[in-house]
T-cell receptor, first 116, second 116 residues
Framework: GENVEQHPSTLSVQEGDSAVIKCTYSDSASNYFPWYKQELGKGPQLIIDIRSNVGEKKDQRIAVTLNKTAKHFSLHITETQPEDSAVYFCAAIPLVGSSNTGKLIFGQGTTLQVKP | SAVISQKPSRDICQRGTSLTIQCQVDSQVTMMFWYRQQPGQSLTLIATANQGSEATYESGFVIDKFPISRPNLTFSTLTVSNMSPEDSSIYLC?????????????FGPGTRLTVT
């Protein structure tokens, strides 16, 4: 089955710097890759996602890149702010046959700290 | 997206007892899922809640321990049965709104369970 590895486990940056979180997946049939932000005491919030037929997607200060050949995808946050501090999770949804199961397989999470 | 509520938001329970967690969505959804997040860990899928039929459980999770109901397109319950301290976790429901073909998935705020 699908396995998602996420690095680093913790990341500390100065306000205004960029942050990059990387994930690799094992199942080449996976075709959808979301990123979630989880603040303390809250449920995960979908912040950006990418499909396997797209190489890059941007939404203001957040971008995601996908390399299907290498089976890895990354989250890029530019001009970081203290409110970006949270735990970030990558995930993948594998296909079963031709069906999208909707079952999210999560990475281990990255705790991002943005220092003012 | 959808507005998702969970009840209770947190509870402290005695070992050997059971707790039923409710997940309510403000609009009809196609898929509903239940996840577990152990302290400081990532999210693990427990089961897919199927409307009007038995839930589909992931490896390591069984119906006797985690019975799930989904009587309609906006509501589901997860029961944690015969609890032990190892069941102390955050339990999260997630949903896929209509038309998103098993992709964009949104999470509820979670139920924080402590078993003593």
């Amino acid at each position: 089955g699908e396995n998602v590895e996420q690095h680093p486990s913790t990341l500390s940056v100065q306000e205004g710097d960029s942050a990059v979180i990387k994930c690799t997946y094992s199942d080449s049939a996976s075709n959808y890759f979301p990123w979630y932000k989880q603040e303390l005491g809250k449920g995960p919030q979908l912040i950006i996602d990418i499909r396997s037929n797209v190489g890059e997607k941007k939404d203001q200060r957040i971008a995601v890149t996908l390399n299907k050949t290498a089976k890895h995808f990354s989250l890029h946050i530019t001009e970081t702010q203290p409110e970006d501090s949270a735990v970030y999770f990558c995930a993948a949804i594998p296909l079963v046959g031709s069906s999208n199961t909707g079952k999210l397989i999560f990475g281990q999470g990255t705790t991002l700290q943005v220092k003012p | 997206s959808a507005v998702i509520s969970q009840k209770p938001s947190r509870d402290i329970c005695q070992r050997g007892t059971s707790l039923t967690i409710q997940c309510q969505v403000d609009s009809q959804v196609t898929m509903m899922f239940w996840y577990r997040q152990q302290p400081g860990q990532s999210l693990t899928l427990i089961a897919t809640a199927n409307q009007g039929s038995e839930a589909t459980y992931e490896s390591g999770f069984v119906i006797d321990k985690f019975p799930i109901s989904r009587p309609n397109l906006t509501f589901s319950t997860l029961t944690v049965s015969n609890m032990s301290p190892e069941d102390s976790s955050i339990y999260l429901c997630s949903v896929v709104p209509w038309g998103l073909a098993g992709r964009k998935q949104y999470f509820g705020p979670g139920t924080r369970l402590t078993v003593t």
